[in-house]
């Protein structure tokens, strides 16, 4: 059974950090691309950054800078360390697994395997 559980979401002011998690299980970890997703009420689910297998990294332009992107095949877990948070950034967001995207990267229907979602809420 494929799980995908995120963690690490919560309320902070606009500058501050945040650090979130996905923890991966019931598949191989390591054959698959990684992404973080967001969707903010009344918005579609848009992406947010991207990891290859072989640790190419993929940035949304709005959180070039600012947000990264990293992963840890030992123990099946994706990281998103996003700094200078801006309300903007409010929105769930979201880990998910594809076996292969090429160029469509944003896609959320790239992706194969999905989360729960946490939180993140960014006041000015």
């Known amino acids: 059974q494929v799980q995908l559980v995120e963690s690490g979401g919560g309320s902070v002011q606009a500058g501050g950090s945040l650090r979130l998690s996905c923890t991966a299980s019931?598949?191989?970890?390591?054959?698959?691309?990684m992404g973080w997703f967001r969707q903010a009420p009344g918005k579609e689910r848009e992406a947010v950054a991207v990891?290859?297998?072989?640790?190419?990294?993929r940035y949304a332009d709005s959180v070039k800078g600012r947000f990264t992107i990293s992963r840890d095949n030992a123990k099946n877990t994706l990281y998103l360390q996003m700094n200078n948070l801006k309300p903007e950034d409010t929105a769930m967001y979201y880990c998910?697994?594809?076996?292969?995207?090429?160029?469509?990267?944003?896609?959320?229907?790239?992706?194969?395997?999905w989360g729960q979602g946490t939180q993140v809420t960014v006041s000015s």
């Open positions: 998910a697994a594809a076996l292969w995207y090429g160029a469509r990267w944003t896609s959320p229907h790239s992706f194969s395997y």
């Open positions: 019931g598949y191989r970890y390591s054959n698959y691309h």
């Open positions: 990891i290859d297998r072989d640790g190419t990294t």
